[in-house]
Nanobody, 123 residues
């Protein structure tokens, strides 16, 4: 069964850090680009970052550039999103998604999705 499972969300104070994980089962992530999207109720899902297959090139939305870092561990079939200097505007449900090879801005182009993990930044 093909599955993506996110973990690592939670409540954190402004300025704090979290590391999200996206673990795959039923397929191997090394041939897939993996992206993180986030969504706030009433708003469209927005792309946060992406890591391509192969050279592992990473891409970040301007809102998170310099604060978020993606990495992958192919041996663990897992992709990570390290989030530093978190602020209340980062509060959302975070989803990981996978598509073959290359990153793409459009959420519609991703084949597999996780169920999401809640990140809340609040004092």
């Amino acid at each position: 069964q093909v599955q993506l499972v996110e973990s690592g969300g939670g409540l954190v104070q402004p300025g704090g850090s979290l590391r999200l994980s996206c673990a795959a089962s039923g397929f191997t992530l090394d041939s897939y680009a993996v992206a993180w999207f986030r969504q706030v109720p009433g708003r469209e899902r927005e792309g946060v970052s992406c890591i391509s297959a192969g050279d592992g090139g990473t891409y970040y939305d301007d809102s998170v550039k310099g604060r978020f870092t993606m990495s992958r561990n192919n041996a663990e079939n897992t992709v990570y999103l390290r989030m530093d200097s978190l602020n209340p505007e980062d509060t959302a449900i975070y989803f990981c998604a996978a598509r073959v090879l290359l990153c793409n801005h459009g959420a519609f182009s991703y084949d597999y999705w996780g169920q999401g993990t809640q990140v809340t930044v609040s004092s």
